[in-house]
Structure formats: C-alpha cells, structure tokens
C-alpha cells in the first residue's frame, strides 16, 4: 500500500524547491567536508548544484539506455526502481562523493534484485566490454551496502506501472462507452518513461502518475472517467494531473551534450573524493589489505 | 533420574529400559536382571559393590526404595524363620494370643539385653555421636529456613515496589484494521467478478491457481494500488 510506504514518509516531497534545498546543502556540505579533510588542496574548482545536475540527468539516460541492452530486457519496473534508486541517492549524496559514472550501475544490479529479475552478477557484468568486467563486478557488490545505507533501507518502489495496469482495468469495467484503453497504452508507456526523467517521482503519488500519463495518452477524453468515477476531488485531481503534464512534457530540456559531460567530468576529477576514488592512493590504502582497487569504472 | 532405578554395574536407567527389574542380594547391594544373568553363569559370585560372595538364588526384586529398609526386611525374615513356634504351639496356655505376642516380643528383648549388655560403653559413646550429629543438622536446618525467610521477605519487598501484572483483565477484542489509502475506495476482492472487472484481464493459469495466485488477486491489487494515494497532495 503505498499510503503506508516509506516512498510516501521520507521520498514524496512537496515541491520542486524542496528538493533543490536538498542538493544544494548536499552540495555545500561536501565542499565543507572536502576543505577539513584536505585543507592542503588550494584552488580546487567544484561542481556547481546546476552542474551536479546535469550529471545526474545525463547518468539518467545512460541508465536507461543500458537497461535497452539487456537480452532478454529488463521489465520496466526495473529501470523505473533503478532511477529512482539514482534519484534518491543524489538527493542525500553529491555527485562528487560518488560519482554517477561509477555508481549507475550499482542501481540498476539492486533495482534487479529488489523487483526480483534474476541475474546474477557474473552475467550482469557480461553488457560490459570484457576486461572492464572484473573490476566493475567488485566495484558493484563492494557499493551494495553503501547504497541501502545512503537509502535508508528504503529499497521498495511504487512504480506506476500497475497503477496504470489498475486503471485500465478499472476504466474498461465502468466506463464500456469510452475508447478501449489499449489505444492509449503505447503513448502512456512513453510518458512514464519521459517522467522517469523528471522530478515527478519524488513529487507525486505513482496512481496520480499512472493517471495522468493515460490522460495525457486520451487527449482530454478521460475527463469525464475522473470527473464521474474517482470521488469528489474531481476539479483539484485535474488540476494535480495537467501539473504533472507540465512537469513532464513543459519541461523537457534539451539533453545534455556529450562535449559537456565530458567537460563536467574533467572537473569533477578536480573534485572528487579522493577517498572513494579506486585509482587513488587514498583509496588503496584503505583497501589494501583487503582487494585490489577498481578502475574508474 | 532416581538413583534407585538405575543398575550400578550397567548404568542402565528404568527411564531408559521400561521392563528393567532390579534385583536385591542379601549385602543389601543391587543389580539388573541381565547382570546378574552374565555374573552368575555359576550358582555363586562376588558382589560387584562390596565383594561379598553371594548365591543366585538369594535375589529377590526390589520392594522398598530404601536399601536399609530392604535388608531389615530381609533379616527380619531370617530370624522368623528361626523362631518359628506357630500360634498353635501355644495353646496350652490360658491366654493363647497373649502368649505368642510375649514369645514374639521376648526373643527380641531377650536378644536386645544381651547385646546391650555387651556393647554397653560402645553404646554410650554412639548415642553421643550421633546426639552431636542430629544438633549440627538441626542448626544447618535453622539456616536454611532463615535464608528462606529472608528471601520471601526481599521478594515480599518487591512485590510491594512493583506489583505483578494481574492475569484477569479484559478479553481481547478484534479490531479489523483500517485500511487507509487516501483515495477513492477500491473494490472488494469479492465483487470483482460479479461487477466484470475480471473479464478484462487474462485468468490466472492453473499452475498460478494452484500458487494461491487467483484472478482475483492480481486484479484487485492493480486496482488498489490504482486508487492508493491519488489524493495525495489534493486534499485540504
């Protein structure tokens, strides 16, 4: 029940400026750290919380474009819990603490086992080229922790995949006049895709989701199924919904460039921890004993 | 485990072997039924506890559970076989009963003052033995009823400081719980055949069916969770 879910307690926040309070004290706090921890490192050039950002937006699609190259592919839910993994990790966590680039894939093994798709992680590895194999597959099992600690071990997610199942069912069932909703179904599955990519998940509930992508996907016909068939909230639950349209399709930015990604990641290695980086001595001495330090992954 | 059941040479246990029988021999010591089989393939051997040399034919089951008591039966067994005058020998006499109950009791006082007789400083020095004896366990006793009362004094104590839970109280009542899901209700599990939602979706495979997975289930959950929190955020 997602009206009893740890997603609804701790990860649904309020508004958009919520959120961005989060990054930025993530933010400052990690340039805080890094100045005590390292007080002998002058003029290091940190990330920014809009560059942050546009990290994480980036690493959004690299994640869903790795779920594609799964054979058999991995179900949607997957993705879905992998992102929002993603999402909610950066939202307790900087990007220069753990950079994306390392960590997405350690998301996307949890999100496996969490919406139970097995696979284990010696075939998971097998996307990557071969000889980064190994080191990644370390790289993954020794993050595992830390990411349900950073998680709070808060690792269900509502999706709105079975919301929209619910409601279609729902819809044929009380409304026999409508268009049959299997119309709908291809442009709503796009949408939930395109709001994986937004804020709308850590902002509303997955049915107000789900709802809102088969209203989208109607074009205004499903008004008089909410307005007759969902209680008496009618006006604000469109109100709620044609939000969330806008939250998803308005603002769609222009994808991030490769030349500013790799710009970006040029300066977070000015940046980063250098205690959580496999190729730092740092790094080594605390592991040394223990595994052979990963590449960059 | 009571120690009088248990074999002293095979340590077998009554516990352990239901049909065990114990055999007692005329030193007072005991042993098994299969023991004593093994020990006397001959008519006579040594007791196995205190060497005594003992004949087969002597073992009689065990009746008491003390052993003193056993042996006490058993001498005083012996010796009436000895005096065995019957109460016909006494009917001569004027008072035949009484007679015999004086010849019963005489032979033993008659044996007692002999004895006393001659053990008389070996008696004195005993009785003050075990005077001294039965004064130090009476003592340990004291103890020990002191410590007892101390305790139930301490506990007394506590019950006063914190009184035990009381087992009577009111009956459990079964409450069903609220299912709260901020949003429009879903229906029941056993309607959704009858309203036609389950016509909408694939029915469930037997192998399913036979997980405990029904149609019902799936479609039923794909509603609620439709319904959970869609007025989140919109109520006031």
């Not at chain 1, 139970?116 to 990644?136: G, Q, W, Y």
Request: proline content about 5%; overall charge neutral; glycine content about 4%.
């Amino acid at each position: 029940m997602f009206h009893t879910s740890t997603q609804r307690k701790y990860w649904t926040f309020s508004s958009e400026l919520e959120l961005n309070a989060f990054r930025e004290v993530v933010n400052s706090s990690y340039i805080e750290c890094f100045r005590d921890n390292f007080p002998a490192k002058k003029d290091v050039k940190f990330l920014t919380v809009e560059e942050e950002s546009r990290l994480i937006e980036y690493y959004e699609i690299v994640l869903m474009e790795v779920c594609d190259k799964f054979r058999p592919p991995v179900p949607g839910a997957v993705t879905a819990t992998a992102v929002a993994y993603l999402k909610r990790f950066y939202l307790k966590t900087s990007v220069m603490d753990h950079p994306p680039r390392e960590m997405f894939l350690v998301f996307l093994y949890m999100a496996c086992k969490v919406e139970e798709h097995n696979i284990s992680v010696d075939r998971f590895v097998e996307i990557l080229p071969a000889d980064r194999r190994e080191k990644t597959k370390e790289f993954i099992l020794a993050h595992e922790l830390l990411l349900m600690q950073r998680l709070s071990f808060h690792l269900t997610v509502h999706n709105p995949y079975r919301p929209m199942e619910g409601f279609i069912i729902d819809i044929k069932t009380r409304c026999p006049n409508l268009d049959d909703p299997e119309k709908w179904r291809t442009k709503a599955e796009e949408f939930l895709r395109k709001a994986l990519l937004t804020n709308v998940l850590l902002l509303y509930s997955p049915s107000q989701i789900a709802l809102a992508a088969l209203f989208n996907a109607s074009e205004g016909s499903l008004a008089c199924y909410i307005e007759n068939d969902l209680g008496e909230h009618n006006e604000r639950m469109l109100r709620q919904i044609n939000l969330i349209i806008a939250g998803v399709s308005g603002q769609v930015k222009p994808a991030v460039s490769k030349e500013h990604v790799k710009s970006l990641e040029q300066k977070l290695k000015g940046c980063r921890n250098p205690e959580n980086n496999p190729d730092n001595k740092l790094f080594k001495k605390k592991k040394a004993d223990k595994e052979q330090p990963m590449d960059e992954g | 485990m009571d120690d009088w059941q248990t074999c002293p040479r095979c340590k077998t246990t009554k516990y352990r072997n239901p049909k065990l029988k114990l055999l007692v021999n005329v030193c007072g010591h005991k042993l098994c039924e299969t023991c004593v089989e093994t020990l006397f393939t001959r008519p006579s051997a040594a007791c196995p506890e205190c060497n005594t040399a003992l004949r087969r034919n002597d073992f009689r089951i065990q009746q008491f559970e003390d052993l003193i008591v056993e042996k006490e039966v058993d001498i005083r067994k012996r010796i009436l076989k000895i005096y065995n005058k019957l109460e016909d020998d006494f009917q001569t006499a004027s008072d035949p009963l009484r007679a015999y109950n004086d010849y019963l009791e005489e032979e033993t006082k008659k044996q007692i003052d002999k004895y006393k007789k001659d053990n008389e400083s070996l008696i004195r020095k005993n009785n003050f033995k075990l005077q001294r004896r039965v004064e130090a366990l009476l003592l340990e006793k004291q103890e020990k009823n002191d410590k007892k009362k101390e305790n139930e004094q301490f506990l007394d104590r506590l019950e006063t400081v914190a009184p035990l839970p009381s087992t009577e109280g009111s009956k459990f009542v079964y409450v069903a719980p609220q299912v709260e899901n901020n949003g429009p209700t879903a229906p029941d599990m056993e309607v959704l055949a009858s309203r036609g939602y389950l016509r909408h979706i694939r029915s469930a495979t037997r192998a399913e069916k036979a997980g405990g997975f029904s149609s019902e289930l799936a479609c039923g959950r794909a509603i609620q969770e439709a319904f959970a929190g869609l007025y989140l955020g919109i109520e006031t």
